[in-house]
């Protein structure tokens, strides 16, 4: 006897447990016995503490309430100012899931509206927050999931049985091989392996290359798609994710765990590189049905939540402070043998939009860092002075009559500058509008979706629901050539428009129509790479020749540049939180960033911890235990 059935065997004689499952790390009981669904406080707590798992136990369908009356029972009790939009029944999971716009107010005082919920439907009440902005790309995902509920169990159930409750005793060794994204930034993935587990950390593409150098080395022999336990994903930046999907399509089946807004921004991010290869007439890597496929076996965590991903190996998420949802990976091998970081891409430092990363582990032994600034010229202007550069360049060129053109990516920048643009708006002076086109209105309803997730300011703002900052009334959606065209005629404005680089998208028309006009600015609030327009420009030339254009354009316009809005940390802030870490490290493995950034990172974090620290290249790999 092992697994579920040793645990059943703690529960009690009336509990009538008509079926037992896992739902991945989890453990589920579906009983046929009302009193008990609704009275099972303490036995839970014993088997927690027993089997250092989540226990639940929901009800089976003989005592549930018919659905119809169900939905009508959970209106009534729902107070009108919840925003309840939709009520979804998930038979197969005895879940009722309730979608609202006050998530709070659904829950009640310490879970009290909840639990009447539970009492009065016998079903499991489960709360999700409707975006203040109406989002597809959010709807999307939760019909995914929630649609085909019989294979979900199925997948979970399945993961959970990969897991198991007892733990093995192998031979103790771990060992890591950097895929992608080692003395580069692009195709990040790492491999961990151990005698009981096969794990992929992130799996991304290098976007400005083609062929075989976009992806990680997928192809190296010690790594077999069929054994291999779980992914993990800690961002959505296509650098980490942007592979993902093509695991699928050969042949890996197991799950992707991520945060919640990971997944949705991950939907976005990758929908988009299809549709960019479409338009450029290349062959994508994968199709939507493969984008659909790794959804439906994506696993979330929440910060600091606690999961069993394989025997021998626990993972815990922290904020990295680097986009919505980024996280740093905590990965616990064995019990007590060794404990491995894996940060993603961190900010530690407070932005208008996120709280900083958060150090605090339990345990690390092994650090894998990203390196990004971490070279000699990983020095950034400080924040405060570059908010006040930025609002001084509106308010000056609005007041002059003319129009502000912010090139900026979709995801994080965005809403950075809608977040200083908003309090620039609350000003006397300001009554002008603010435009948003390309995707970045998607990626600000998706930061809505998810407020828990960004700072507390931010946070409390759109808890009230009266000054949510993304919801102010000059900001507007652009999504038509023909609201362009209105908007390049038009009077002053600000204008938030992708490609963050100039390299495509919306920016280009307007830059086109606006650029000879020498009362307007343009304004670049994020590194330009060489061979970009937007470096192009920044650099001065006087003319720019766009795409599909032949005629050049006179850059008549104002160009500023402002630093310091970096979603990386500075080389400074990545030595204070490796020395914020709450132990010193054994080994450091500095990667994601170039040859010259992760030598020097390397070289000064031995200088400073005398440790044993690296900067491996790809392909390679260390032994950690
Ligand atoms: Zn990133
Ligand atoms: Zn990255």
């Not at 919920?117 to 927050?129: C, D, G, L, N, S």
């Not at 802030?573 to 500095?590: G, R, T």
């Amino acid at each position: 006897m092992s697994g579920i059935e040793e645990a059943k065997e703690l529960l009690p004689q009336n509990a009538m447990i008509q079926e037992s499952c896992y739902e991945a790390s989890d453990l589920v009981f579906y009983t046929k016995n009302k009193e008990f669904f609704l009275n099972n406080e303490d036995t839970v707590k014993k088997m927690v503490s027993k089997f250092k798992k989540r226990v639940e136990i929901r009800p089976a369908s003989n005592i549930r309430l018919d659905p119809g009356k169900a939905k009508k029972k959970v209106k009534k009790i729902v107070p009108d100012e919840a925003g309840l939009k939709d009520i979804v029944l998930k038979p197969s999971f005895g879940k009722i899931v309730l979608q609202a716009k006050k998530p709070g107010l659904v829950i009640g005082k310490s879970g009290s509206t909840l639990e009447k919920i539970k009492k009065k439907t016998r079903w499991m009440p489960e709360v999700e927050r409707v975006p203040a902005i109406d989002s597809k790309i959010v709807d999307k995902a939760r019909e995914i999931i929630h649609e085909d509920s019989e294979f979900r169990k199925d997948f979970l159930d399945h993961v959970g049985k990969n897991i198991r409750l007892e733990k093995s005793i192998g031979d103790e060794w771990i060992r890591a091989t950097g895929l992608g994204g080692f003395r580069q930034v692009g195709r990040s993935s790492v491999l961990l392996q151990t005698e009981e587990s096969n794990i992929l950390l992130d799996c991304g593409i290098d976007a400005s290359k083609t062929g075989k150098e976009r992806y990680p080395h997928l192809d190296v022999p010690e790594l077999d798609f069929k054994a291999l336990d779980a992914v993990i994903v800690t961002h959505a930046h296509l650098d980490h994710c942007g592979a993902v999907p093509y695991l699928f399509e050969y042949g890996y089946d197991g799950p992707v765990y991520v945060t919640e807004p990971t997944r949705d921004l991950m939907i976005l991010l990758q929908l988009d590189l299809i549709d960019v290869a479409r338009r450029e007439g290349e062959k994508a890597p994968y199709d939507s049905s493969d984008i659909k496929d790794e959804i439906k076996h994506t696993i979330t965590l929440d910060y600091d939540e606690v999961a069993d991903i394989t025997q021998d190996m626990r993972l815990t998420f922290k904020n990295a402070g680097h986009i919505l949802g980024s996280a740093a990976a905590h990965l616990h091998v064995g019990e007590g043998l060794h404990n491995i970081v894996y940060t993603g891409d961190i900010k530690y430092d407070k932005t208008e939009l996120l709280r900083p990363a958060d150090p605090k582990f339990n345990r690390v032994e092994t650090l894998v860092m990203e390196s990004t600034y971490g070279g000699d010229n990983g020095d950034m202007p400080k924040k405060k002075k570059a908010n006040k550069k930025f609002k001084k360049h509106i308010r000056k060129t609005l007041k002059d009559g003319g129009k502000v053109i912010i090139p900026s990516f979709a995801v994080g920048r965005a809403q950075e500058i809608m977040l200083l643009i908003a309090q620039e708006a609350e000003k006397d002076y300001f009554d002008f509008p603010v435009y948003l086109d390309g995707m970045i209105w998607d990626a600000t309803a998706l930061h809505t979706a998810y407020p828990e997730y960004l700072s507390k300011k931010v946070q409390k703002k759109i808890f009230n629901q009266k000054d949510n900052p993304f919801l102010r009334e000059n900001f507007h959606r652009v999504g038509s050539q023909d609201e362009r065209e209105d908007v390049i005629r038009d009077g002053p404005a600000v204008i938030l428009a992708t490609s963050g680089m100039v390299t495509g998208g919306p920016i280009i028309s307007y830059l086109e129509n606006l650029a000879e006009d020498e009362d307007n600015t343009l304004m670049f609030v994020g590194y330009q790479a060489s061979n970009t327009k937007g470096r192009e420009i920044q650099s001065g030339r006087s003319k720019v020749t766009f795409p599909g254009n032949n005629k050049p354009t006179p850059m008549n316009l104002n160009i500023a540049t402002i630093e310091g809005f970096s979603a990386h940390s500075s080389r400074n802030q990545l030595l204070n939180y490796v020395s914020n870490l709450p132990n010193k490290p054994k080994k450091i493995l500095c990667q994601h960033g170039d040859n010259s950034s992760t030598f020097k990172l390397s070289s000064t974090l031995h200088k400073m911890l005398d440790i044993d620290t690296s900067a491996p290249q790809n392909l390679e790999t260390l032994r950690l235990h």
